[in-house]
């Protein structure tokens, strides 16, 4: 999907959408990250990239050039406590087939072109020398379709979690209701799996620049990070990737799709950036075509612009990096030293030690003054 802009004219624009921005980071509220309480007190990280999707820029950055594709990587991530052993996955990606979606979502993505998974997540674990029912937990960033996988492929003992108000906002699925975006079978509520949708009631703590955070394993190795504004029950995580020195990896789940948007990295503290606007027409569920007017790909688009104020702010530490759900700077540093786009799994928890920010800033895709470089991509 593509959007024009002097076509965009035509839209009333009722949730003022047009010209607010991200908010400097320097008006954020920030506590310093506690230390590790010892050496043992972090996550190894593996990054699984098996699909992919290309999709108009103009979805996510506001630009007159409607031409522009993104061909945008799918990631998954594999969360090991050094300690412990334990295991969790944030994010499952895609569905292996087109025919494995709601039929909404079939009408929606059927012309996208899409890499399909080359099998289900847990094959692909075991290929890897992951077995599935090591994998505790399943921490979904949120229920889009390029996120929410098919949890029915894991082990019942596996726990799903999800964010706050997820099921009221996307549930009833399909085929409960016809019109869904997700299957009935994608949030199990009520079944032999344990499903966990954090709520008011749950432990949240103040983490960085995120005043809402859940201290998962109880030694800050992993924080579940409140991350509203894509959408209703949007979760990020920030993993510490190492001790002494500590690290730290923020997972950001769809919290922006491309850096251009947030990123300090250029030292731009605001912006010029905007994201795309589109026809409430073209939503990705019933309910948001419901709404009317002009819509961004981010549900309540003044909290997801305060959301990236807040990545912002965490990737000003030098100790902390960020890597998107579909982020192409760290697919480009990837594809350069596996030697090509066929790679499947990377450990990628040593990002210090390989100086990993500084090549993310050097492979940027975007120049602060405009958006014209995506078109190499």
Known sequence: MTTNIK??????DKHNYRSIRVPDTKTLEFEPLKPAPNNDAYCKVSMV???????????FVRTSDTDAQLTLPVY??????AGNGRRVAFDLGLKPKLEDFSPFIQTIIKDTPITWPRGTLPEIFADHGIDAKTIEAVILSHVHFDH??????????????????????????YPSYKDSAVLDSDLP???????????????????????EA???FGDGSLYILNAYGHMVGHIAALVRTSTNPDSYMLLAGDSAHVRGLYSCCVGCAHPSFRAGLYPAAHGLSPAEQKRGGLLAIHYDLPAAYLNMARMGRMEEEDNVCVILAHDLEWKKIIDREQGGEDWEWVQVGDWMAKNRKAEVKRELVYKPDGVKDYDKI
Request: proline letters at 7%; a negative charge.
């Open 7 to 12: 076509y965009l004219d035509e839209f009333e």
């Open 189 to 211: 509520f009520g079944s032999e799996r344990e499903v966990e949708e954090l709520n008011d009631k749950s432990p949240w703590v103040r983490c960085g620049a995120f005043p």
């Open 148 to 173: 929410i996988g098919d949890i029915g492929q894991f082990p019942t003992s596996t726990k799903l979690i999800v964010g706050p108000n997820t099921a009221k906002a996307a549930l009833p699925g």
């Open 49 to 59: 990239k098996n699909s992919d999707l290309t999709m108009g820029l103009s979805l």
């Open 76 to 81: 998954t991530f594999v969360l090991e406590h």
């Open 214 to 216: 859940i201290d998962y």
